[in-house]
Structure formats: structure tokens, C-alpha cells
């Protein structure tokens, strides 16, 4: 999966840019009413290794199956 294609998942999911430092990008949301941040690090067109990939997934709080 690309960074884009995460982007557009959580962005979809009510997430929105908060801010920027560098290539790490950081988007809010809530979920079942909780705030979450999730920090976004790498270009969007760069591939996201699995172990950061499971870590952007559970800083979200989304369900795995829509990153599938």
C-alpha cells in the first residue's frame, strides 16, 4: 500500500490534516468518540512497510479490513 492510498482511506473515514513537520504529516479524527492522531511519515508515492503500515492502522482505531 502507498501512503496515498492510506491518506485517502483515513480522509474518508472523517480525518483531517492537522499539521506538518518535515515528510511526517499528522491528521485528526474521532473515533466511537474518541480523538485520534495518526502521524502520516514518508512521500505519498513511497510504498509503506508492514510494521509501520499495523502502526498507522492502530493509531486510527479504523477496522484492518478497509486497509485491505
Known amino acids: 500500500m502507498k501512503y496515498r492510498d492510506f491518506i485517502e482511506i483515513i480522509e474518508k473515514h472523517g ?3 492537522k ?5 511526517h504529516h499528522q491528521y485528526e479524527g ?6 485520534r492522531l495518526v502521524t ?3 512521500k505519498a508515492s513511497d510504498d ?6 499495523a502502526s ?6 479504523l477496522p484492518k479490513a478497509l486497509f485491505r
Do not use: A, C, K, N
Open 48 to 53: 509503506i512497510v508492514p510494521g509501520v503500515l
Open 15 to 17: 480525518f483531517v490534516w
Open 30 to 35: 474521532f473515533v466511537e468518540d474518541q480523538r
Open 56 to 61: 498507522m492502522i492502530r493509531q486510527s482505531g
Open 40 to 42: 502520516v511519515g514518508g
Open 19 to 23: 499539521r506538518t513537520r518535515g515528510d
